[in-house]
């Protein structure tokens, strides 16, 4: 079945490591996203990718960096830098219209 | 900037109950709006609206666009204690090939 898949579903990391949250798609879809999730505040944008080795800066791109080097992969790292990295992930992609996501990383920082 | 207010942020109400859920919005060159359903993690597709006037309608959901008025509704009826979830509601801007997300609406059915 083709789909999203989002690795690791959990994931918890001490105070100024950088982690990388981890998106794959068999959907053979160009563009991908992934957005952040706060209690209130709905999805906003981090970055997002509409072909290999090509990506912009979403809303909230300070503290996170990606890279897009096949068309299936589009992994997210938090770095040191995001100053509040406890949220819920999530990646999605699409092709014209139609977005599908993932289930989501759920990262806290301790 | 682009930008899109769902209201209300939470509502409760019994089941059988029939809600109105609201989505207003601000951006250039609108292509379309799309409302989801997210119950755990994954948000679900619902509807997606391009033309004002013409209301989408799936079983007990239906949801109409007013492009003048930059709104949107999603009315649920006879509702049912799995509609309980936040309902999101995203606008694409024209040649962005992005969503921009409301701040999504809380429903919980009690039984």
């Known amino acids: 079945d083709g789909g999203i898949t989002q690795s690791p579903k959990y994931l918890f990391r001490k105070e100024g490591q950088n982690v990388t949250l981890s998106c794959e798609q068999n959907?053979?879809?160009?563009?991908m996203y992934w957005y952040r999730q706060d209690p209130g505040q709905g999805l906003r944008l981090i970055y997002y990718?509409?072909?290999?080795?090509?990506?912009q800066k979403g809303d909230i791109a300070e503290g996170y960096s990606v890279s897009r080097e096949k068309k299936e992969s589009f992994p997210l790292t938090v770095t040191s830098a995001q100053k509040n990295p406890t949220a819920f992930y999530l990646c999605?992609?699409?092709?014209?219209?139609?977005?599908?996501f993932g289930s989501g990383t759920r990262l806290t920082v301790v | 900037e682009d930008k899109v207010v769902q209201s209300p942020l939470s509502l409760v109400v019994h089941e059988g109950d029939t809600v109105t859920l609201n989505c207003s919005y601000e951006v250039t060159n609108f292509r379309s709006l799309l409302w989801y359903k997210q119950e755990k993690k994954a948000p679900t597709f619902l509807f997606m609206l391009t033309s004002s006037g013409i209301e989408k309608k799936s079983g007990r959901l239906s949801s109409i666009l007013d492009k003048k008025e930059l709104f949107s509704i999603l009315n649920i009826t006879a509702t049912q204690t799995g509609d309980s979830a936040v309902y999101l509601c995203?606008?694409?801007?024209?040649?962005?090939?992005?969503?921009?997300f409301g701040q999504g609406t809380r429903l919980t059915i009690n039984p």
């Open positions: 990718s509409q072909i290999v080795n090509d990506f």
């Open positions: 959907l053979n879809h160009d563009a």
């Open positions: 999605a992609s699409s092709i014209f219209y139609g977005y599908t």
């Open positions: 995203a606008v694409e801007p024209q040649g962005a090939q992005k969503l921009v």
